[in-house]
């Protein structure tokens, strides 16, 4: 036996050890599974501030639970889907969850929508020992876990972290462009927190200094102080932790001024609704993706397919948000297949904690979890706007 | 017609003024107490969220419907309530300890928002209490080494002379409710005490009050520290009850959906607070119920009247995907709340007084009432 066998078996039985006692308390609830269907439930921002990504988020899930169900459902057990709407309130949000543990009672609850609202309900669901899986908010609470809490295993998460990847977009951008002179402004809330930590820790790897970090308040639509000061700084890349209109704001404000630095959005600016409402303000524009933005016209074989049912369906252009919703259910359902036939809560956690690989349809970094690792990947892409549409720079990026 | 008659001064102070209040009352209890061993988790939880809203309602009650200042800024003192709790808890202090104190600095930063707001008047006033609301949201998100800033805090289960108390148990219902009968008693003394007179002329005319001798700064500035202290210790229990703690959680629709607690459910006595606070909670899960169960009764309703499988199937379906439509909750909610305005400006506890006067009175109820008319001193109005 060579050492390198002997430490990892080593290590193979410490992690047992480890993982056994866990293993074996981790109540994983079978409600809402029956002989035809298995029910499943979300709650989602429907009417309230961040509804413009709510709402086709439960579109997308919508589309992949009726296509999963024309095909006659996942060994044979179709899929139905719950959607009460948080409206973004914790409290909403607790109650919604509650009804649908109990009244419902939902199998697993796939993709709820934001930090305040996942974390304030996240303890009701595991304690009637049902799953949250892939919820709508990066932040760590949605994947770390204390071993030794089994109930806290009942966690996953399939979404690009923000920390890291905007670490690896900004390694990115500092290498390719040369960057002297790094900025940051960020939203103040805990999303644009992330991005500013990413942004620190990642300039201070690299022995740069933050040459101007601002802040501005979820909604504002004034960036004249912030550009103007980015431009007495000298930057030349401005890291944006701002979600749709901001980067239009502050770029269509530098240009005024003529500030044209490099900019790079976190991973949620990479959506489509800033080249169609930006036009051409917003030109050059880059931006952590965790994904190739689909579109109808130009899109192939499955996301072709994928992207014309889902105009057909909503009569809206299909976008990140969708995608995400998407995925959240075909993520889902692969790990439902593989537990098998005589599907139990039981052997779908042993199903995502395998090691299996899934891989969607829009060419994400493949999604893989382990009986320590419940986030699926921070492997990031870099996109640019080009003539008002986003199109990939580079992929597969980490820090 | 129930008519009371009094024999003595003290009757005009009880609590109870008549057997019926202990029957309707003591019956109220009774069905309080069984509930969390009869319903589910769910609506125990609609139960203590009702609790918690009714309690700010309260308070609020004292500064708005008693001694008339507005206030649309109690969002703020709910969120210095539940971070002292979230703090000092961190701390290892336990709930015997942060619970009061969390009333009594709530109640001292109350009272210094009530100092400026003795020079100000109507709108102005509800302006410096929004702006106050905003400096706390600030200083919450910016204080990070004590509120953890936009990361938010996590509020651990109570723990109660060294019992755990989770936040879906029963013994934390009970405790709501508890601290709710308290608080109710406790304001219910206060209003018959010479303070709670005092607010009261203060409410219908300050140049009266003053004249008749009631040092109208110290009560108003006594009314926002009570009503602050009320709202402090209901900041506690909605940390718990959350579990969880942001500055964005505390923001200014907050604020609002405080103040249509006790517009909804009638700004002048304290049953409006708690009438109030079961509307603004339970509005929601009923029309998320309604949207569950109505599209298969009238799918059941119809086929009793022969329509065949598939059609009920298609009109349960096509309702389903109209009660579901983005936005539709909100959209009833706001119309309910508008039809209230408009037409019953005394609230769900005004339509109350005047169904319960209409069979004590009935045949002989006149439709006019309670047509408006001018007065000069709102409390003869709903005595």
Redesign the interface.
């Known amino acids: 036996m060579s050492l390198h066998m002997l430490k990892t078996g080593l290590l193979g039985a410490a992690l047992a050890v480890a993982a056994g006692p866990a293993l074996a308390q981790t109540k994983v609830t079978n409600q809402g599974i029956s002989d035809k269907e298995i029910v499943i439930g979300t709650h989602q921002d ?2 309230g501030p961040i ?1 413009a990504w ?2 086709p988020v ?1 579109n997308g899930m919508k589309l992949a639970v009726e296509e999963i169900n024309a095909k006659g459902g996942i060994h044979g057990r179709l899929l139905k889907l719950i ?3 948080s ?1 973004y309130e ?3 949000a ?3 969850t ?2 649908m ?3 419902d009672k939902i199998f697993a609850m796939i993709g709820p929508m934001g ?2 609202t996942v ?2 309900a996240q ?2 669901l595991f ?1 009637a020992g049902i799953l949250q899986l892939f919820p709508l908010t990066a932040a760590e609470f949605t994947y770390k876990f204390d071993p030794a809490k089994p109930q806290e295993r009942l966690k996953f998460n399939n979404l690009l972290p923000y920390v890291e990847s905007t670490r690896a977009a900004v390694k990115f951008m500092i290498e390719h462009k040369k960057i002297q002179k790094p900025c940051v402004m960020y939203q ?3 999303y ?2 992330n991005v500013f930590d990413g942004f620190t820790q990642q300039t201070q790897a690299m022995n740069l200094k933050p040459t101007s970090v601002t802040t501005f308040k979820r909604g504002a639509s004034d960036f004249s102080a912030q550009a103007a000061k980015m431009k007495a700084d000298g930057c030349d890349l401005v890291v944006l932790g701002a979600v749709i209109r901001e980067p239009i704001g502050v770029m269509a404000e530098a240009k005024k001024i003529g500030f044209e630095p490099t900019w790079l959005g976190a991973s949620p600016v990479c959506v489509i609704e800033i080249p169609a409402l930006g036009k051409g303000v917003v030109e050059g524009l880059y931006s952590a993706c965790g994904f190739e933005i689909p579109y109808r016209d130009t899109a192939k074989g499955k996301v072709k397919e994928w992207a014309e049912a889902y105009f057909k369906a909503y009569n809206t252009e299909p976008n990140s948000q969708a995608v995400i919703g998407h995925n959240t259910i075909t993520t889902f359902a692969h790990y439902v297949e593989k537990a098998g036939k005589d599907l139990t809560g039981a052997k779908l956690l042993a199903a995502l904690e395998s090691g299996d690989v899934f891989q969607d349809i829009f060419n994400s970094p493949p999604t893989k979890f382990s009986a320590t690792n419940h986030l699926a990947s921070t492997i990031t892409q870099v996109s640019v706007i080009e003539n008002g549409r986003w199109k990939e720079v580079k992929a597969g990026l980490s820090f | 017609m129930r008519f009371i008659f009094k024999t003595d001064y003290e009757q005009d102070i009880k609590l109870l003024q008549h057997g019926g209040h202990w029957w309707s009352y003591g019956l109220l209890f009774a069905v309080l107490a069984a509930a969390p061993y009869l319903v ?3 609506l125990q ?2 139960l203590v ?1 009702v609790f918690i809203y009714a309690i700010v309602g309260v308070a609020l009650m004292i500064l708005v419907g008693f001694t008339g200042q507005g206030s649309i800024g109690h969002a703020a003192f709910l969120a210095i309530g539940a971070y002292t709790a979230a703090y000092l808890q961190a701390r290892g202090y336990p709930f015997e300890v942060y619970f009061p104190a969390a009333g009594i600095l709530t109640g001292i930063v109350g009272a210094i928002v009530g100092i400026p707001a003795l020079r100000l008047h109507g709108i102005y006033l509800l302006i410096a209490t929004i702006s106050f609301a905003f400096i706390v949201e600030e200083v919450l ?1 910016r204080w990070e080494s004590v509120t953890h ?4 805090m ?1 509020v651990r289960a109570i723990e109660f002379f060294g019992q755990t108390v989770s ?2 148990s029963n013994s934390f219902y009970f405790l709501c409710l508890g601290i709710l009968v308290l608080v109710i008693i406790g304001t219910l003394n206060l209003m018959r005490s010479p303070t709670g007179r005092a607010f009261i002329a203060i409410r219908d005319s300050e140049t009266a009050a003053k004249s008749m001798g009631v040092d109208i700064g110290r009560y108003k500035v006594r009314s926002f520290a009570i009503s602050a202290a009320i709202t402090g210790l209901a900041g506690t229990l909605y940390a718990h ?4 703690i ?1 500055p ?2 505390f923001t200014l629709l907050l604020s609002i959906e405080f103040i249509m607690v006790i517009i909804i459910g009638g700004a002048f006595g304290l049953h409006g607070a708690i009438l109030g606070a079961i509307f603004i909670v339970m509005v ?2 009923l029309i ?1 119920m309604l949207k ?1 169960d109505v599209p298969g009764m009238i799918a059941a309703f119809s086929r009793g009247f022969g329509v065949g499988e598939d059609a009920a199937r298609a009109i349960q379906d096509r309702l389903y995907a109209i009660f ?1 439509a ?2 539709l ?2 959209a009833i909610y706001g119309l309910i709340i508008i039809l209230f305005v408009l037409f019953e400006p005394l609230g769900l506890y005004g339509r109350w007084l005047k169904i319960k006067l209409y069979f004590q009175l009935f045949p002989l109820y006149k439709r006019a009432t309670f047509r408006r008319q001018k007065t000069y001193v709102k409390s003869e109005r709903n005595r």
């Open positions: 429907l009417s509804k709510g709402v439960l959607a009460e709407d409206a914790p409290r909403k607790v109650l919604a509650q009804k543990v109990e009244r930090s305040p974390i304030a303890d009701i304690e103040d809330d805990e644009g927190k | 589910g988790s769910y939880s609609q969220f998100a800033g936009n990361e938010g996590r936040r879906d009850k959350m579990s969880f942001s964005e959680m929601d899960p998320t569950d579901s983005p936005g909750k909100g």
